[in-house]
């Protein structure tokens, strides 16, 4: 790694916070502000340094990635858990990068057995109560939780 240039260094700029008569000084709380210029240009510039300093790595990435692609099964349906009268459950499927949630009816009041689908085949009684991957259409992710 000594062929590489130095990383980048976050400037220190302290803020100083008081709560409850504890006090706080953090020199980096400038990098909170995500649509702040000098935070980008800070970003793009570590982003930079760390593909340059790990592009030797590419095919060891590329690698380890095609190995836990082939061993995972993109479509898929977790175990149901029953709550009341629905059986509720989420599928993932090939090529989608997020999963649905999903409810069907309980058929038998007195069993409590999860039902068995096979994930590729239709559900009688589905419904559908989130699509994240149609929640994420048209955004460069799908962002739940602020």
Known sequence: MTDHAAPPLAKRAETRREHHGDV???PYEWLRDKDDPEVIAYLEAEN????????HLEPLRRKI????????????????????????YARTFEGKQYGVHCRCP????????????????E????????DENQEADGHDFSRWAR
């Open 123 to 130: 559900i009688p009684g589905e419904q559908v109560l989130l």
């Open 65 to 88: 990635f095609d190995e836990i692609k082939a061993r995972t099964k993109e479509t898929d349906l977790s175990v149901p858990t029953r709550r009341g009268n629905w059986w509720y």
């Open 48 to 55: 930079a340094y760390t593909d340059q300093a790990t592009a």
């Open 106 to 121: 309980v058929t038998d009041p007195d069993d409590w057995d999860p039902p068995r689908f096979d994930e590729s085949t």
């Open 24 to 26: 706080f000084v953090d």
